[in-house]
């Protein structure tokens, strides 16, 4: 592993969970030795990007970041889009929406909204979302190109659930389902009890830029309900493409 992956691995131990963590947790956590894990600590710190409590001697994520992010947002404004759109479709649906974004072993959700009601999805939007085990991640594997599929494909696959597709064949045969489709169509492989679909969306690159997603308690989720929510969810799309990037790409067989 090279030293600026070590740097990215040690970062990625933060969450909204972990704020702060010391030095042998941290090592612990990301596999390394406690003397490799210092150094890269004190060159994160050297530029800000962690900085060490002086009461616990704990290490937590610095201002550094800041700066990075206000020129990703003003050179690429997804914040505000991203939120605006998902705000439409859960008003249009009245179920549980959210935008997640690829990572290197996950997809990260940036921008959800659930009902305010008994029988509902929640979303931790800190966790983790499977590329195999989701209809976030398969829309993601079943749009990206065959270099960036083929590399996901090699991550360790998990069984969340007795429904999660952990074989190889069987996942790329769910992949061509969901490519011929023009979306992904979840139940119970994830969480038991959630059903859901999903859509990729593009912007500037080659790869898609994250997915938008509708999740539903699994009863709901019938034909009827699938039919009612595809052209919202294309129509999501469509909206944040052209609200980023001035016009869409979206192309889609809507199964009936």
């Given at each position: 592993m090279k030293t600026v992956d070590k740097a990215m691995h040690v970062l990625n131990q933060f969450s909204f969970d972990r704020t702060e963590i010391g030095l042998s947790e941290l090592a612990r956590l990301s596999g390394l030795d406690k003397a490799a894990t210092r150094r890269l600590l004190v060159a994160l710190g050297n530029h800000g990007y962690?900085?060490?409590?002086?009461?616990?001697?704990q290490y937590r994520l610095g201002c550094g970041f800041l700066r990075l992010a206000r020129i990703r947002e003003a050179t690429v404004p997804l914040t505000q889009a991203v939120q605006e759109v998902i705000d439409w479709l859960f008003v249009a649906t009245d179920?549980?929406?959210?935008?997640?974004?690829?990572?290197?072993?996950?997809?990260?959700t940036i921008a959800y909204r659930i009902p305010r009601r008994g029988n509902i999805i929640n979303?931790?939007?800190?966790?983790?979302?499977?590329?195999?085990?989701?209809?976030?991640?398969l829309s993601y594997l079943a749009a990206?190109?065959?270099?960036?599929?083929?590399?996901?494909?090699?991550l360790k696959r998990l069984r969340s659930t007795p429904n999660t597709i952990v074989s190889k064949a069987a996942l790329l045969k769910k992949i061509k389902q969901t490519r011929d489709d023009g979306y992904a169509?979840?139940?119970?492989?994830?969480?038991?009890?959630v059903a859901s679909v999903s859509m990729a969306f593009f912007l500037d690159q080659a790869d898609p830029s994250?997915?938008?997603?509708?999740?539903?308690?699994?009863?709901?989720?019938?034909?009827?309900?699938q039919r009612e929510l595809l052209p919202l969810l294309s129509e999501a799309i469509e909206r944040l493409e052209i609200a980023i990037r001035g016009s869409s790409v979206r192309k889609t067989n809507l199964v009936r």
């Open positions: 962690v900085e060490q409590l002086s009461d616990t001697k179920e549980t929406t959210h935008i997640s974004v690829p990572g290197n072993e996950s997809m990260t979303i931790e939007p800190t966790q983790g979302l499977p590329y195999h085990a989701t209809g976030s991640g990206a190109t065959p270099e960036t599929a083929e590399k996901l494909l090699t169509q979840t139940r119970n492989t994830f969480e038991e009890g994250g997915t938008i997603s509708i999740a539903l308690p699994d009863e709901k989720m019938t034909q009827a309900k």
